[in-house]
């Protein structure tokens, strides 16, 4: 059975019909919407336009998605100015950049690295970590010797202007998670390459001050990222304490498995959000892409956006959101 009749079957088993109580017309416009495919197309969460640019070369090249998400994550990996990912990341309250990063293939390879320190390109680390182990995950001093066996520099990550942020954050010592205004810029970026193929990655420098050996969602499979090349893939921003209760993104990819637009899938996860309880009001916000190159973006709250690339070029989307609806 090839992947089009399976997911129109999964789809309407899901709406409580078989396959075969589809009429002509129904199938005919299934399978014209299927040939109306969307790809390539790149998709990364907030203001990445450098980051999706660089990812859509590789796209319009040909090339395969997973070099896409690997090359577009590694742009605010290296951008001092970028206080949420990478070089010039914020860092823990003790004043230690902490990176956490994933990746996942289409075959469903995936590869993360937690707690890891002094390494500018995590999100390259994560992927030998999949590509040249047996394992999944490696964390800390663990992930840093395997990087430098494998040929990555130590390299300070802490930036003048994020030491300044850490010495006037440690005068009051306060953890209060702020909504957006944090520059939130942790990079999900999800990809379609032209030969019909899924692939995802994330990578952060988590939240500015947290606990030393916190570990957000982003580098969590299942939770910051998943990729199911059958169906679609999803990511996230935002708290990732919240994300990871809710294990946000392999729910959004199990809700288009069962025939959910990405949109209403991320809408749906987004609203799944409301029952998290915290002391702060936190934010977070979803991106998915499912294998016909539709996307979708939601949040918790205003203020989140996506880039996207595709063949008609650049757009800023902002999402949508559960509190202002
Ligand atoms: C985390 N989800 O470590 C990340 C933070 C984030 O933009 O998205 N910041 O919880």
Not at 186 to 211: E, P, Q
Request: proline share 4%.
């Amino acid at each position: 059975m090839n992947f089009k009749m399976e997911i129109m079957i999964k789809r309407r088993n899901f709406l409580g019909a078989g396959l075969f109580a589809l009429s002509l017309p129904e199938l005919m416009l299934d399978l014209f919407n299927d040939k109306k495919a969307h790809k390539p197309i790149v998709i990364a969460t907030w203001k990445n336009t450098k980051a999706v640019d660089e990812a859509w070369k590789f796209l319009a090249d040909g090339k395969k998605a997973i070099d896409a998400v690997e090359a577009g994550a590694r742009i605010p990996e290296q951008d001092p100015n970028d206080t949420s990912v990478g070089f010039g990341g914020f860092p823990d309250r003790d004043g230690h950049v902490t990176l956490d990063a994933c990746i996942m293939n289409e075959k469903g390879d995936a590869g993360s690295v937690v707690f890891l320190e002094d390494i500018m390109h995590p999100v390259s680390v994560a992927r030998m970590v999949m590509e040249k182990t047996p394992h999944v995950i490696l964390a800390g001093a663990g992930a840093l010797q395997f990087a430098l066996e494998n040929g990555f520099n130590r390299e300070n990550l802490l930036t003048d202007k994020a030491k300044k942020a850490w010495e006037e954050w440690k005068i009051k010592s306060e953890y209060k998670p702020k909504i957006n205004v944090e520059r939130h810029d942790t990079i999900g970026i999800l990809a379609l390459d032209n030969s019909g193929d899924l692939s995802g990655a994330c990578t952060t420098s988590g939240l500015a001050f947290k606990m030393r050996g916190r570990v957000g969602d982003s580098p969590i499979i299942g939770a910051g990222l998943y990729v199911d090349n059958e169906v679609g893939a999803a990511t996230a921003t935002g708290l990732g304490e919240s994300v990871i209760k809710k294990v946000g993104a392999f729910s959004i990819v199990e809700m288009m498995r069962n025939g959910m637009h990405p949109d209403k899938a991320c809408k749906e996860a987004a609203r799944r959000l409301l029952s998290v309880k915290t002391k702060e009001p936190f934010q977070v916000g979803y991106i998915a892409v499912n294998k016909k190159g539709e996307t979708g973006a939601w949040s918790l709250r205003p203020g989140f956006a996506a880039s996207i690339v595709d063949s008609q070029g650049y757009r800023l989307v902002n999402a949508k959101s559960i509190l202002s609806e």
